[in-house]
């Protein structure tokens, strides 16, 4: 099946800085990769997704990239707020084959 | 509209007692899931329903058991409970297939003592 490593565990910047969290993957035939936040007590919610037949996605402050021949995709977070501050998930979807990452708790200071 | 709800929020079971995790979603959707969440481990797949009257084995099945009889409801069921249940389980729900946004309700903490 397959297996995905996330990278950091845990992520602390600046408020305005950037963050990167990153993922990789073992099942080339996966094709669909979102990502999700969780806030402390809450499911998680989906902030952005990219299909394998795509490179990158940008919605505002926030965008994904894949790269499908290393099997390695990632977040990136400009101009962090102290509302970023959360537990972020990747995932690697093959039908119905899914599987999340450990997670990055994402800290923002002000 | 309610999203996706689960019943109970927290509960507290002896070990061998069984109970049922009830999940409601009010947005039609086809597919639905249940996950349990463990510290350090993310989130894993128990079971999944691509549909009313169907269900089907996740990642981490083993003492667990699920049935779909109405659309809008997904049960997830622990039989005998092993303090190795202990997690938070999440319910979540999509529109179609597996590659589309998955909706997720609040969560059931469960302690098995």
């Known amino acids: 099946g397959e297996n995905v490593e996330q990278h950091p565990s845990t992520l602390s910047v600046q408020e305005g800085d950037s963050a990167v969290i990153k993922c990789t993957y073992s099942?080339?035939?996966?094709?669909?990769f979102p990502w999700y936040k969780q806030e402390l007590g809450k499911g998680p919610q989906l902030i952005i997704d990219?299909?394998?037949?795509?490179g990158e996605k940008k919605d505002q402050r926030i965008a994904v990239t894949l790269n499908k021949t290393a099997k390695h995709f990632s977040l990136h977070i400009t101009e962090t707020q102290p509302e970023d501050s959360a537990v972020y998930f990747c995932?690697?979807?093959?039908?119905?084959?899914?599987?999340f990452g450990a997670g990055t708790r994402l800290t923002v200071k002000p | 509209n309610a999203g996706v709800t689960q019943t109970p929020k927290f509960r507290v079971l002896k070990t061998g007692q069984s109970m049922t995790l009830l999940c409601a979603q009010d947005?039609?959707?086809?597919?639905m899931y249940w996950y349990r969440q463990d510290p350090g481990m993310g989130l894993r797949l128990i079971h999944y329903?691509?549909?009313?009257?169907?269900?089907a084995k996740g990642e981490v099945p083993d003492g667990y058991n699920v049935s779909r009889l109405k659309k809008q409801n997904f049960l997830l069921g622990l039989e005998s409970a092993a303090p190795s249940q202990t997690s938070v389980y999440f319910c979540?729900?999509?529109?179609?297939?597996?590659?589309?946004?998955?909706?997720f309700g609040p969560g059931t903490r469960l302690t098995v003592t």
């Open positions: 099942d080339s035939a996966s094709n669909y």
């Open positions: 995932a690697a979807i093959r039908n119905n084959d899914m599987r």
């Open positions: 329903s691509v549909g009313e009257g169907t269900t």
């Open positions: 947005m039609n959707h086809e597919y």
């Open positions: 990219i299909r394998s037949n795509v």
């Open positions: 979540a729900s999509s529109y179609g297939s597996t590659s589309y946004e998955q909706y």
